[in-house]
């Protein structure tokens, strides 16, 4: 069956870096694109990054310079690599899955995991 499961979240202060891990399982998802989504209380779901299986990472411009994307070589774990946090970044980060990166840009994923906390305070 196929499962995301992030990891990798916590506090930290402005300024601060944190890595999130979203691993992979199930042959399933194997050929599907995975992005970063964050959703901060009072506000919807949003698409941070996406990364498909040509090895390409795009991240959405408010966390670009700051941010990467990136997955193993193994191609079943996909980091989220976050440098020089803002409280702003303070949110729910959710990893999701979809056929192709165009459907998660619109915000549609096949697959999510229950997402990890970042908490970044001034």
């Known amino acids: 069956q196929a499962q995301l499961a992030e990891s990798g979240g916590g506090s930290v202060q402005a300024g601060g870096s944190l890595r999130l891990a979203c691993v992979r399982s199930?042959?399933?998802?194997?050929?599907?694109?995975m992005g970063w989504f964050r959703q901060a209380p009072g506000e919807e779901r949003v698409v941070v990054a996406t990364h498909d299986t040509d090895n390409r990472g795009i991240v959405a411009d408010v966390v670009k310079g700051r941010f990467t994307v990136y997955r193993d070589n193994g191609k079943t774990t996909l980091y989220l690599q976050m440098n020089n946090l803002k409280p702003e970044d303070t949110a729910m980060y959710y990893c999701?899955?979809?056929?192709?990166?165009?459907?998660?840009?619109?915000?549609?994923?096949?697959?999510w995991g229950q997402g990890t906390q970042v908490t970044v305070s001034s």
């Open positions: 199930g042959s399933r998802l194997s050929s599907y694109c």
């Open positions: 999701g899955a979809s056929l192709t990166c165009e459907r998660l840009w619109t915000g549609y994923t096949d697959f």
